[in-house]
Every structure is written in C-alpha cells, then in structure tokens.
C-alpha cells in the first residue's frame, strides 16, 4: 500500500507542471495547467517556448474586451535579478528605448520573441539556458536557476500583473 500511494504522490507532481529539455538543461513550468507551458484563465491565455537565447510567447486575448500589454511593466528575472524585457529584433543601441504598450483586441493574439535587456551586451548576447554555467553553478550551491517572466496586462483602467515562474536544473540532476 505505501508503494502504491508513493507511485500515485509520484505521478501527480510530475504532471503538475510543464516540463521541456532545451540543451541538456531541463525547464519546469510551474503555472501550467495542462502540461504544455501554458497558462489560461478567462482574460487570457500565455503559452511560452523556453530557447537558449530568446524565449518565445503568444498571449490570446480571451475576454470579450480588448486588453494591452504594457511592456515597460513587464520582467524578466533570472536567479532574482530584475530585468526590462526587450524583443528578439531589438538592437543594443535601441535596447534602452521605451517600448510601446501593445493592444490585442479581442479574441485575437500576439507572438514575441523576449529576452532580458541586461543580457545584451556590447559584442554579443548572454545565454539564458547554459548547460554549462547551470552544472558549475549546481555543483557549488545544488541550487537550480528560477527564471520568472512578469506579465503586465490593462483591461479597462486595471492593470493586473501576472508571474509565470520556471525552474531550471541540468538534465542529469532533475
């Protein structure tokens, strides 16, 4: 009976969050609700594709209103620290420059390609997902990397913030 009940407890909290393998480096999704680094409530719906580099999101405007996305609230922190969120064609002399809130009628979409502005520098771009830089920093502090993506959203006069949180862990030591 115990083995049975540590199977069940086993399954369950597997099947409680997204999870995806992205160059060696193993991502969770805490926020999923079906498996697929998706989140849906009756606003909206968020489905996000963890890459090395830029990470790509598509938010479907599921209200009966239009809504906005107001960019210049949104995040992306990476092991806590904060960063603005800038687009996959945004250059380094243009990464410091406001970028417009985006409207999404309703029942329509947006994709984007984001990525953390304070991993832009001046030659090249810093990897979010490095299998490298995650097992030497797991064999010092047997931390995993938290990667936590903040979504401003306006409908009507209220803005709402939502946090998507992922867990990254070398794929030997998920």
Same mark, same amino acid.
Not at 34 to 50: E, G, R
Not at 67 to 82: D, L, P, T, V, Y
Not at 147 to 154: C, D, G, R, S
């Given at each position: 009976m115990k083995k049975l009940l540590t199977l069940l407890l086993i399954i369950i909290t597997s099947t409680a969050f997204a999870q995806t393998e992205v160059n060696g480096v193993m991502i969770k999704m805490n926020e999923s609700q079906?498996?697929?680094?998706?989140? *849906?409530?009756?606003?909206?719906?968020? #489905?996000?594709?963890?890459a090395e580099f830029f990470w790509d999101i598509k938010v479907n405007n599921e209200s009966t209103g239009d809504?906005?996305? &107001?960019?210049?609230?949104?995040?992306?922190?990476?092991?806590? #620290? #904060?960063s603005k969120i800038v687009f996959g064609n945004t250059s380094r002399l243009m990464k410091n420059i406001p970028i417009q809130d985006q409207e999404v009628p309703t029942k329509s979409f947006i994709n984007r390609s984001i990525f953390p502005?304070?991993?832009?520098?001046?030659?090249?771009?810093?990897? &979010?997902?490095? @299998? @490298?830089?995650?097992? *030497?920093r797991f064999e010092k502090t047997a931390q995993p990397?938290?990667? *936590?993506?903040?979504? #401003?959203? @306006?409908l009507g006069d209220i803005i709402r913030k939502y946090d998507f949180n992922f867990v990254l862990t070398p794929k030997n030591k998920s």
């Open positions: 079906d498996n697929t680094f998706t989140y *849906k409530n009756d606003t909206l719906s968020v #489905a996000f594709k963890p809504f906005s996305i &107001i960019w210049e609230k949104c995040s992306f922190i990476h092991n806590g #620290a #904060a502005v304070e991993y832009v520098n001046s030659s090249s771009l810093y990897p &979010i997902v490095s @299998k @490298k830089y995650l097992s *030497k990397d938290q990667v *936590k993506i903040v979504l #401003a959203v @306006k």
